[in-house]
C-alpha cells in the first residue's frame, strides 16, 4: 500500500506546531504530490513576475508523521522514484543569485521536455531530476520552506535524485517530514537562483534509526557519502562540511584528528550545492572505502 499525499497539502514553513497530514511506520512507501517552487503561478512567459504572490512560493508537501521517531533519532527516506510534468519554468531577477548586483531585466522561461531531454532554445540538456526541498520539522519556531538549517529544507542538491538515500536528524515526535521543489535539472550553484522549476510526484520509503542523530543531513549515493552543510557564506559552510567529515573519518579510522584531518584532504571532495539560498550550502562527498555510516549519523555532540 501506498500512502499518498495530494499536493492541496503543502506547507510554506517546517515547525513543530504543523498538524500531520498522514502517519506512516517505518517500512511504509510514500508519494508525495508535489508543487512547483513557484506555486504554479507561472504559467507562460508572459506572466509578469510583479503578479506573483510570494507568500506561494517553495511549497512543500506534508508533513507526514512517522510513527517511533523521537528527538535524536534519524529518519531515512528512500528516494525510490520522481515523475514529473513536462513542462518546467525557470527565472531570474535583479537582486537575485550569484550575480545580484547585475541590473537585469526580471525574466521567466518555459521549458519543455523533449524526448528524455529538456530544451533550451536549440539545446538539448540531460535531465537529472532531483528534489530540492526535503526535510523535518526543527525543534521549535518555523522556518520558511524557502530556507534550510540541520532540518534539511530548500538545500537544493544536484545529487538528491532517485536512488538516493537521505539521513536527517529528528528534532520532534513523528520528525513531521515533507518535501517538494523537484527540478528536472540543476547545476551546482544553482547560479541564478532557480533551476527547471517543476511539478510532479515523489515516492519514497521511510525508515528510521534509533537514538542517534547527525548534526546535518547526509546523503548515501551509492559509492560515497555527503555531509550537506550550510553557513552563512560559502566559507563557513566549507568549514562547517570540513568539520563534520574530519571528525566522522577520525572515529571510522581510529586516528587522531590531525591524521584524520590529512586523510580528508586526499579523499574528501567538497562541492557547492548552492550559493542563491538564505544560507549557502555545501557538502563533503566521502568515499564508503573510509568511513562507516554509523559515525557519520552519531558525531553530532549533544
Ligand atoms: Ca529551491
Same mark, same amino acid.
Given at each position: 500500500?501506498?500512502?499518498?499525499?495530494?499536493?492541496?497539502?503543502?506547507?510554506?514553513?517546517?515547525?513543530?506546531?504543523?498538524?500531520?497530514?498522514?502517519?506512516?511506520?517505518?517500512?511504509?512507501?510514500?508519494?508525495?504530490?508535489?508543487?512547483?517552487?513557484?506555486?504554479?503561478?507561472?504559467?507562460?512567459?508572459?506572466?509578469?513576475?510583479?503578479?506573483?504572490?510570494?507568500?506561494?512560493?517553495?511549497?512543500?508537501?506534508?508533513?507526514?508523521?512517522?510513527?517511533?521517531?523521537?528527538?535524536?533519532?534519524?529518519?531515512?527516506?528512500?528516494?525510490?522514484?520522481?515523475?514529473?510534468?513536462?513542462? =518546467?519554468?525557470?527565472?531570474?531577477?535583479?537582486?537575485?543569485?550569484?550575480?545580484?548586483?547585475?541590473?537585469?531585466?526580471?525574466?521567466?522561461?518555459?521549458?519543455?521536455?523533449?524526448?528524455?531531454?529538456?530544451?533550451?532554445?536549440?539545446?538539448?540538456?540531460?535531465?537529472?531530476?532531483?528534489?530540492?526541498?526535503?526535510?523535518?520539522?526543527?525543534?521549535?519556531?518555523?522556518?520558511?520552506?524557502?530556507?534550510?538549517?540541520?532540518?534539511?529544507?530548500?538545500?537544493?542538491?544536484?545529487?538528491?535524485?532517485? #536512488?538516493?538515500?537521505?539521513?536527517?536528524?529528528?528534532?520532534?515526535?513523528?520528525?513531521?517530514?515533507?518535501?517538494?521543489?523537484?527540478?528536472?535539472?540543476?547545476?551546482? #550553484?544553482?547560479?541564478?537562483?532557480?533551476?527547471?522549476?517543476?511539478?510532479?510526484?515523489?515516492?519514497?520509503?521511510?525508515?528510521?534509526?534509533?537514538?542517534?542523530?547527525?548534526?546535518?543531513?547526509?546523503?548515501?549515493?551509492?559509492?560515497?557519502?555527503?555531509?550537506?552543510?550550510?553557513?552563512?557564506?560559502?566559507?563557513?559552510?566549507?568549514?562547517?562540511?570540513?568539520?563534520? =567529515?574530519?571528525?566522522?573519518?577520525?572515529?571510522?579510522?581510529?586516528?587522531?584528528?590531525?591524521?584524520?584531518?590529512?586523510?580528508?584532504?586526499?579523499?574528501?571532495?567538497?562541492?557547492?550545492?548552492?550559493?542563491?539560498?538564505?544560507?549557502?550550502?555545501?557538502?563533503?562527498?566521502?568515499?564508503?572505502?573510509?568511513?562507516?555510516?554509523?559515525?557519520?549519523?552519531?558525531?553530532?555532540?549533544?
Amino acid at each position: 500500500m501506498v500512502i499518498r499525499i495530494p499536493s492541496s497539502k503543502v506547507i510554506y514553513s517546517f515547525s513543530p506546531g504543523n498538524k500531520p497530514v498522514a502517519r506512516a511506520k517505518p517500512g511504509d512507501l510514500v508519494l508525495f504530490e508535489t508543487l512547483d517552487a513557484l506555486g504554479g503561478q507561472v504559467k507562460s512567459e508572459d506572466t509578469p513576475l510583479e503578479s506573483i504572490d510570494w507568500s506561494r512560493v517553495n511549497p512543500a508537501t506534508g508533513p507526514v508523521y512517522v510513527e517511533g521517531a523521537e528527538p535524536g533519532d534519524t529518519l531515512v527516506v528512500d528516494v525510490l522514484d520522481i515523475a514529473y510534468s513536462d513542462t =518546467a519554468v525557470i527565472l531570474v531577477a535583479p537582486g537575485y543569485g550569484a550575480l545580484y548586483d547585475k541590473k537585469i531585466r526580471p525574466r521567466a522561461r518555459i521549458l519543455r521536455v523533449d524526448d528524455g531531454f529538456l530544451r533550451f532554445g536549440s539545446l538539448r540538456i540531460k535531465l537529472r531530476p532531483m528534489v530540492g526541498v526535503i526535510g523535518v520539522a526543527p525543534a521549535e519556531g518555523e522556518v520558511p520552506t524557502g530556507s534550510l538549517g540541520e532540518h534539511g529544507g530548500n538545500m537544493d542538491v544536484s545529487v538528491l535524485g532517485r #536512488g538516493v538515500r537521505v539521513y536527517l536528524p529528528v528534532f520532534v515526535e513523528g520528525a513531521l517530514l515533507a518535501l517538494g521543489d523537484l527540478h528536472l535539472v540543476q547545476g551546482d #550553484g544553482e547560479v541564478c537562483v532557480s533551476a527547471a522549476e517543476v511539478s510532479g510526484e515523489v515516492l519514497v520509503r521511510v525508515g528510521l534509526v534509533k537514538k542517534c542523530r547527525p548534526r546535518f543531513p547526509v546523503l548515501d549515493l551509492g559509492d560515497r557519502y555527503a555531509i550537506l552543510a550550510y553557513g552563512e557564506t560559502l566559507d563557513e559552510a566549507a568549514y562547517r562540511a570540513t568539520e563534520a =567529515a574530519v571528525e566522522a573519518i577520525a572515529k571510522s579510522q581510529n586516528l587522531s584528528f590531525e591524521d584524520a584531518y590529512m586523510l580528508a584532504s586526499l579523499i574528501v571532495d567538497l562541492k557547492i550545492n548552492q550559493v542563491v539560498d538564505p544560507y549557502k550550502g555545501v557538502r563533503a562527498e566521502i568515499p564508503k572505502d573510509y568511513v562507516k555510516i554509523r559515525d557519520l549519523l552519531c558525531t553530532h555532540k549533544h
